[in-house]
């Protein structure tokens, strides 16, 4: 190895980074000219007071979470006793309020929620005449520290400014963070209390946000009509928010949702095109529910609602249809569908019901308790009559099918709701005994169906399927009855009853259906109990 003599090198002085950092920042101020004292214009919008004597005056907005968040939220601070409000999703004027008052050049997501701020306040102002010095009074902006996650948290400066532009100087922004805790009243004591209460509250309000929006989101791609979920949704918010504002269990409410999401609805739109077999795709989907990491019991409703060559080159097989369902419906699912749609929503004809009918009453055996045919939904007032529709109500009742109806409940019209609240067909059709009804006779359009019931009485139902007046007639015993000196008969929708020694007729109007209950003198013919299977 060669050595070079240390002798011919030249060694560097050592250098004070820091001094020659300092100097030549000292000479850059100087050249520069801020080397003198400077005033500052210095705010401090959040760090007004919020005090306790205000508490009862002063209404805490929230915002800047998703909107269950925000609303559950509301709910929970109520019930520890604030005044609180959530602001509304931002929309297009939250972000025109954005980038008129806010820094320029910021992402979009801080205008719509700077500029959503900045527009509930304008609104109160302008729209409804509210004194910018009384909105500063009773209202104060509740957000997080820098803790916070991006539009929750981070915004605290941009709120500020865009305030003061639009002319609410001195409007409270209420930071609470990890660090440096609640930023906020002084002197007096402060308004909101970090406390437990407080904690507790906010946890529950957040958590169950979490719970509903990843409900949401799993039920929601699966829907069969669209809207669905989000009914769902909406209806389970309010159940939430009741119980948060009463401080009431929680766990409770969210237990009480639960049925709003049980029943799925699984349609088989698009198997045939994938090659996909029925009854062993329906085997998966009942295996998962089974097997659900939450152990809830759930309903499966099988809804292959094809017919045997609905589409070209004769598929679906009858194998593939739902004319097959029955076949392994009962050992995989709550119900399945025994025909296509009875119509669309608004346009359902009597002529699809009646086929439907036929469909399902093919297989009668199939069904029981737990396991049910179904003919597909009831359409109230969307193309049928009063008394066709209440003689699709009688007898998918008659046919222990599943009752679900394509309505609003709040605007449908009087007749209908008449006819969906009869105690007695609803207890027709929930049977204990759940036995579905069979045709005994026909005769041209008019036909004869009965239902052996839990206690021993009949229901049996007349169905007069022309377009004119038709007598029809049976008897008791070929309805089933044991042998009696005489019967009851006891008319479902006009609540009559009548006495015969055996022989049952009347006129039935076209269209309609007359629903009886056909009973002995020692058998009760009061509506039998709920069945709950």
Known sequence: MNVVPMKNKRTLDVIDMDAELKAFEEAERKRLGLDGDADHWVEDMAGLTFTKSEKSKVTMLVSGLTMAHDYFIEAAFKGIGYHCQMMECPDNAALQYGKEFGNRGQCNPTYFTVGNLVKFLSTLRDKHGMKTEDIVQKYVFL??????????????????????????????VVLFQQTGGLKQA???????????????????????????????????????????????????????????????????????????????KVDFCGGIQQGLSPAASYVELHEAIVHNTSNRPMLLSVCN?????????????????AFDSYTFGPSVGTSWRTDTDVGVPGDVEFVNVLRNLDADAAAPEAAGPGHWNDPDYLGPDQGMTAAQF?????????????????????????????????????????????????????????????????????????????????????????????????????????????????????????????????????????????RTG
Not at 305 to 321: C, H, M, R, T
């Open 390 to 530: 209440r003689t699709q109500f009688s007898m998918w009742a008659m046919l222990a099918a599943p009752l679900m109806i394509s309505e609003d409940l709040l605007s449908m019209s009087s007749a209908t709701r008449t006819t969906v609240t009869n105690r007695e067909a609803i207890a027709i059709d929930q049977d204990p005994a759940g036995q579905q009804a069979r045709l005994l006779a026909a005769s041209g359009e008019a036909e004869v169906w009965a239902k052996p019931l839990l206690n021993g009485t009949r229901a049996v139902a007349l169905l007069n399927r022309s377009s004119k007046t038709l007598a029809i007639s049976t008897s008791a015993g070929a309805v089933g009855m044991p042998s009696a000196s005489a019967y009851r008969l006891r008319n479902v929708w006009s609540g009559a009853v009548t006495s015969s020694t055996g022989a049952i007729a009347v006129s039935v109007p076209a269209g309609a259906t007359v629903l009886l209950t056909v009973s002995t003198a020692a058998q009760a013919i009061e509506p039998v109990p709920r």
């Open 143 to 172: 957000t997080a520290g820098a803790c916070g996650p991006c539009r929750f948290g981070m915004y605290n400066t941009e709120y500020r400014k865009a305030l003061r532009d639009a002319g609410f100087d001195g409007f409270r």
């Open 305 to 321: 609602y094809l017919q045997p060559g609905q589409y070209e080159n004769e598929v679906p097989s009858i194998e593939n249809s």
């Open 186 to 264: 002084t002197g007096d004591e402060s308004g909101l209390e970090i406390n437990a209460s407080f904690c507790w509250a906010l946890l529950k309000a957040l958590l169950a946000g979490d719970v509903l929006n990843a409900l949401g989101y799993r039920v929601r791609p699966y829907e069969v009509n669209p809207g669905d979920a989000d009914k769902a949704i909406e209806q389970s918010k309010k159940i939430i928010y009741r119980a948060l504002e009463t401080k009431r269990n929680i766990l409770a409410a969210l237990w009480e949702c639960k049925p709003l999401f049980d029943a799925v």
